[in-house]
C-alpha cells in the first residue's frame, strides 16, 4: 500500500512547545476565489460553504439504467488497462524499461484525475444553467466516482506489483504514486457511495440535498443516527502556485495542522483523540482528520490557497444542540421544528399538546412524503428551507407549520 506522511501528534506537541514553527500565512487571493471558506457556527463545528448565489434543492435517488451501464464500463476499462500493465511490466526486458512502463502508467492515471476533476466540475455548472437534469447530475456523479475507484485502484496495483517483483521506484516517481490519490480525493466519499448505490440500484433510494454554485457542490443526507455532510469548493483549490505551508520554516504538515486548529476552532476545543494530518507525496494537499464530540471531520487544505476546498462531515444527530425555529398546536397535536444550525439538519417532533407524550405520524415536507416519525414522536430532515411541514397520524388527526 502507497504510504502517506503522517504527523505524529507527541512530535508536533514538542515542535509548537519549543516555539519554532513560523506563522502560517493568510489565505490569499489569486483572482479567482475569497478562500475564506469555512464558516463559522455556534457550538458545533464550523463547515465549508459555497460562495454566495448557491441554489439548494432536495431531489430521491433512485435506479439509472444508464448510470449502471456507464459505471460497469469505467470498471472493464480499468481492468482491461490494469491487465495490459500487468503484462508489459512483467515482459519488459530490463529494470530501465519495467521503470518506463511504471512511468507511463503513473502519468495516464495523473491525466486520468485531472480529467475527472474537470468533468465533475462542468457537470455541476451544466446543472446550475439548466442543461443538465437532476437525475442525469447524479448519474455523471455516479460514473465520475466508480472511474475515481478505478484510479486509485490501478495506483494500488502499480504499488503492488513493484513491490513483488521486488523493482524499487526511484524516489521522484514514488512520489509521483503516492500524489495520484490527491488528484481524486474531492470525487468520492459515503454519501457520494450512498448516491451510487441507489443510482445502481444496489440499495433502497436516496433522499439527498444539494447545494450546487459555479464554484462547487454540497450533498447532505441523513444515514441512520448520523448527518453526513459532503462538500467541495474547487475554486479554493489551486493548480499551480507556491505552498505557502512549505514556506515558513516549519514542516509542512505542522503549518497544515497549525491552519486547522485556524479554521476549526471549535473542533480542536473539543477533541476525543488525536488529530491526524497527513499528505499524498510531495503534493500541496493536506488531509486532516478530527474526531470531536459531535462525530468526525475529514478536512482536506490546499497549501497553494491555505485553504479547506473538500470537507466530509459525520455528525451524530443526537449530540447535536438544537434551536426551536417554529412550533404550532391544535386540540389533538402539536410539532416542532428544531434546527441545528442554517444549513444543517433539522429535528421535527410531534407530540401531544401537552408535548408529555410523542405521536407516530407522517411527514411530508410540501407535497412531499419524507417520512415518519419513530416512537419519540422525531424525524430528522437533512435541511428545511422556509417549507411547510405537514404531520398525519392514522387517526385522521394533522397539523402544519411553517418554518420561516
Same mark, same amino acid.
Not at 500493465?85 to 519495467?98: D, G, H, I, L, W
Not at 437532476?134 to 447530475?137: F, G, N, P, V
Not at 506489483?161 to 521506484?169: E, F, G, K, P, Y
Given at each position: 500500500m502507497r504510504r502517506r506522511s503522517v504527523l505524529a501528534t507527541c512530535g508536533l506537541v514538542a515542535l509548537l512547545l519549543v516555539g519554532t514553527v513560523a506563522a502560517v500565512p493568510s489565505p490569499t487571493s489569486t483572482g479567482t476565489a475569497d478562500f475564506q471558506t469555512v464558516s463559522a457556527e455556534n457550538e458545533t463545528i464550523n463547515r465549508l460553504q459555497l460562495q454566495n448565489g448557491a441554489t439548494g434543492s432536495q431531489h430521491t435517488v433512485d435506479a439509472d439504467l444508464s448510470s449502471t451501464l456507464a459505471s460497469d464500463r469505467e470498471q472493464l476499462q480499468s481492468r482491461v488497462a490494469s491487465g495490459t500493465?500487468?503484462?508489459?511490466?512483467? &515482459?519488459?526486458?530490463?529494470?530501465?524499461?519495467?521503470i518506463d512502463t511504471v512511468r507511463r502508467a503513473i502519468e495516464q492515471l495523473r491525466t486520468r484525475g485531472q480529467g475527472l476533476r474537470t468533468a465533475r466540475i462542468d457537470a455541476v455548472r451544466a446543472y446550475n444553467r439548466g442543461e443538465m437534469t437532476?437525475?442525469?447530475?447524479f448519474g455523471t456523479l455516479t460514473r465520475i466516482e466508480a472511474a475515481a475507484h478505478t484510479v486509485r485502484m490501478r495506483a494500488d496495483t502499480i504499488d503492488r506489483? &513493484?513491490?513483488?517483483?521486488?523493482?524499487?521506484?526511484p524516489p521522484a516517481l514514488a512520489v509521483s504514486l503516492a500524489r495520484i490519490d490527491a488528484e481524486i480525493v474531492s470525487l468520492t466519499?459515503?454519501?457520494?457511495? &450512498?448516491?451510487a448505490g441507489a443510482t445502481r440500484g444496489n440499495r433502497d433510494p436516496a433522499r439527498v440535498v444539494t447545494s450546487t454554485a459555479d464554484g462547487g457542490i454540497v450533498l447532505a443526507g441523513i444515514d441512520g443516527g448520523t448527518y453526513v455532510r459532503e462538500a467541495t469548493r474547487w475554486t479554493a483549490r489551486a493548480d499551480s502556485g507556491t505552498?505557502?505551508?512549505a514556506t515558513n520554516g516549519s514542516s509542512p504538515l505542522v503549518s497544515a495542522h497549525q491552519r486547522a486548529q485556524a479554521v476549526y476552532p471549535w473542533a480542536f476545543d473539543n477533541l476525543v483523540s488525536n488529530p491526524s494530518i497527513s499528505g499524498f507525496g510531495d503534493s500541496a494537499i493536506y488531509p486532516v482528520r478530527l474526531s470531536h464530540a459531535h462525530g468526525t471531520l475529514d478536512a482536506y487544505f490546499d497549501g497553494r490557497t491555505t485553504a479547506v476546498f473538500h470537507e466530509v462531515h459525520r455528525l451524530q444527530l443526537s449530540r447535536l444542540p438544537t434551536t426551536t425555529v417554529a412550533a404550532n398546536e391544535t386540540e389533538t397535536l402539536a410539532i416542532e421544528i428544531n434546527r441545528t444550525t442554517a444549513e444543517g439538519p433539522a429535528k421535527i417532533v410531534v407530540s401531544t399538546p401537552e408535548r408529555t407524550?410523542?405521536?407516530a405520524a407522517t411527514l411530508s415536507v410540501e407535497d412531499t412524503t419524507?417520512?415518519?416519525t419513530g416512537a419519540d414522536g422525531q424525524l430528522w430532515l437533512a435541511r428545511l428551507d422556509g417549507q411547510t411541514v405537514t404531520a398525519s397520524t392514522a387517526r385522521g388527526n394533522s397539523i402544519s407549520v411553517t418554518m420561516g
Open positions: 500493465f500487468q503484462r508489459q511490466f512483467a &515482459t519488459a526486458e530490463s529494470r530501465s524499461a519495467q437532476a437525475t442525469k447530475l506489483v &513493484t513491490q513483488r517483483h521486488d523493482v524499487s521506484l466519499g459515503p454519501l457520494m457511495e &450512498t448516491v505552498n505557502e505551508f407524550e410523542p405521536v419524507v417520512g415518519t
